[in-house]
């Protein structure tokens, strides 16, 4: 449940709906939520943990903006994870893995909806790292992407950041189809620079 709570409250962050700034309260996240006030509290600990939320007045917590240098942080150690499992999963991926991977990036180039973009780039992204193996590599992968402000929002079809992310994730598609993993790594590494850029 906590987690559950701290998605939704991120994707509010990520759509818009809460800017940098804004206060919540427990009690009123207690109400909207329709729980006690124990499984809040998780959730806003699970996203002052990941730089979500800072503490404010009393019970409240106050949404952050993430600065330049967090985001250079993120992406630095997204880098280096993100690369490991790559790698791993390069010398066990299966027909099935690039059959699956190249099926979610069709449904990316086309996708409409922010919150079904989010989903599938992050399926695409685990598909790639998945045959890695190992497990604690993976929750990371996971708990850092998690992290990621990307305003899917901003990224229609048709658009020239839809175009280049495209372009990327077909490149790091056929690095990882030919079992190219030095080549697949340093298409990665473009990609995730591109989140500083934005």
């Known amino acids: 449940m906590p987690r559950t709570i701290a ?5 509010d962050i990520r759509a818009g709906r809460l800017d940098a700034g804004a206060t919540l309260q427990q009690e009123a996240l207690a109400e ?25 007045r009393g ?12 985001l250079r942080d993120l992406v630095e150690v997204r880098r280096l994870v993100e690369r ?19 099926h979610l990036q069709e449904r990316i180039e086309i996708e409409t909806d922010p919150k079904a973009l989010e989903h ?10 998945r045959a890695a193996g190992n497990m604690r590599l993976l929750s990371l992968v996971d708990t850092l992407r998690r992290e990621d402000r990307r305003p899917y929002h901003e990224q ?7 175009a280049v992310w495209s372009a990327q994730h077909r490149t790091l598609l056929d690095r990882y189809r030919a079992g190219d993993a030095e080549g697949a790594a ?9 989140l500083i850029e934005r």
Not at 156 to 162: G, S, Y
Not at 186 to 194: F, G, I, M, R
């Open 59 to 70: 019970r409240s917590v106050r949404v952050v903006e993430m600065s330049d240098q967090a």
């Open 120 to 129: 599938l780039d992050s399926a695409f992204h685990s598909v790639l790292y």
């Open 84 to 102: 490991q499992a790559l790698t791993l999963a390069i010398l066990r991926r299966t027909d099935r893995d690039v059959l699956e991977a190249t």
């Open 156 to 162: 229609p079809p048709a658009t020239a950041k839809r």
């Open 32 to 56: 909207r939520f329709d729980v006690s006030r124990q499984p809040i509290r998780l959730a806003i600990e699970s996203l002052r943990a990941s730089g979500w939320v800072e503490p404010g």
């Open 7 to 11: 998605d939704h409250i991120r994707e």
């Open 186 to 194: 340093a298409v990665l590494d473009a990609h995730l620079a591109q």
